[in-house]
Nanobody, 121 residues
Framework: QVQLVESGGGSVQSGGSLRLSCVTT????????MGWFRQAPGKEREGVAM???????TYAESVKGRFTISQDITNNTVYLQMNALKPEDTAMYYC???????????????WGQGTQVTVSS
């Protein structure tokens, strides 16, 4: 059983903020790139942000300047700070552990169970 445990989702009004957390095992954290993906109803899963343990980050264009991915390496935890949220950010957000530093998942990506983010206008 892959262990990626997310928390922090919820419902906010447009313009609000949320912080997602994902904790995993030390083995997964040290051997994979950690990231966040999201999937809205009727849409494909899309990459939101990814971070390497050496600190490099990458973001989807739609969230640049609003979302920040960060990490606590000592606790094998990755965060997603989401500010200036918009209704179009509404989705199930998944923590991911990938062998590639890419916002495109592959077949070997590990997934968390997901946490719902709902933004109302």
């Amino acid at each position: 059983q892959v262990q990626l445990v997310e928390s922090g989702g919820g419902s906010v009004q447009s313009g609000g903020s949320l912080r997602l957390s994902c904790v995993t095992t030390v083995y997964i954290y040290k051997n994979r790139f950690m990231g966040w993906f999201r999937q809205a109803p009727g849409k494909e899963r899309e990459g939101v942000a990814m971070i390497a343990d050496y600190g490099s980050t990458t973001y989807a264009e739609s969230v640049k300047g609003r979302f920040t991915i960060s990490q606590d390496i000592t606790n094998n935890t990755v965060y997603l700070q989401m500010n200036a949220l918009k209704p179009e950010d509404t989705a199930m957000y998944y923590c991911a552990a990938s062998k590639r530093y890419s916002l495109r998942p592959d077949e070997d990506t590990y997934w968390g169970q997901g946490t719902q983010v709902t933004v109302s206008s």
